[in-house]
T-cell receptor, first 111, second 115 residues
Framework: LAKTTQPISMDSYEGQEVNITCSHN???????ITWYQQFPSQGPRFIIQ???TKVTNEVASLFIPADRKSSTLSLPRVSLSDTAVYYCLVGDENRDDKIIFGKGTRLHILP | EAQVTQNPRYLITVTGKKLTVTCSQN?????MSWYRQDPGLGLRQIYYSMNVEVTDKGDVPEGYKVSRKEKRNFPLILESPSPNQTSLYFCASSLSPAGPGNTIYFGEGSWLTVV
């Protein structure tokens, strides 16, 4: 998987939109970008995946610029229950074997 | 329902007493892996398996063994546990390590304490 860099932690308030950016300068042509969310003492769970431009689902949006060297996970109108660690993974099924989650971004939502 | 089941969920054991943490998935996934999570260190991959009888080391394999005799099962073996292996362990499975449409499913975690 491509090396990724995310902020270690972020704070926000309930009702705000939160954007978490992940840098992946060495992303390869066939790599997809996937985000996972982890609550304390639980395993991570899939949030969203994209290849380019914008992807939206019921939970979040993922913005990917044309050069694909970064991506931004956008969480609309966060609540206290969005407090979690968010991980960005970048990889390709035909090239990668190890999966590296790293430390992710610890998001803390304040009332 | 897609599930990754690991057991035991909680275990306190003594140094040197061999133990096995089982992991089973019901999604016919080829890729399975084990992680440990420690405060401030994130998720670190211990071992992974691309398919039956194919296993390889992750980033922190020392002190652990695995086997993949059947597609659905991927047990983690601690031959001689030591206190530095006290951690939260997760088993995970997916069709592949990465790529389009690929989702990694995690078990609920196993809290292991070695005294």
């Amino acid at each position: 998987l491509a090396k990724t860099t995310q902020p270690i932690s972020m704070d926000s308030y309930e009702g705000q939109e939160v954007n978490i950016t992940c840098s992946h300068n060495n992303i390869a042509t066939n790599d997809y970008i996937t985000w996972y969310q982890q609550f304390p003492s639980q395993g991570p769970r899939f949030i969203i995946q994209g290849y380019k431009t914008k992807v939206t689902n019921e939970v979040a949006s993922l913005f990917i610029p044309a050069d694909r060297k970064s991506s931004t996970l956008s969480l609309p109108r966060v609540s206290l229950s969005d407090t979690a660690v968010y991980y960005c993974l970048v990889g390709d099924e035909n090239r990668d074997d190890k999966i590296i989650f790293g430390k992710g971004t610890r998001l803390h939502i304040l009332p | 329902e897609a599930q990754v089941t690991q057991n035991p969920r909680y275990l306190i054991t003594v140094t040197g007493k061999k133990l096995t943490v089982t992991c089973s998935q019901n999604m016919n996934h080829e890729y399975m892996s084990w992680y440990r999570q420690d405060p401030g260190l994130g998720l670190r991959q211990i071992y992974y398996s691309m398919n039956v009888e194919v296993t390889d080391k992750g980033d922190v394999p020392e002190g652990y063994k695995v086997s993949r005799k059947e597609k659905r099962n991927f047990p983690l073996i601690l031959e001689s546990p030591s206190p530095n292996q006290t951690s939260l362990y997760f088993c995970a499975s997916s069709l592949s390590p990465a790529g389009p449409g690929n989702t990694i499913y995690f078990g609920e975690g196993s809290w292991l304490t070695v005294v």
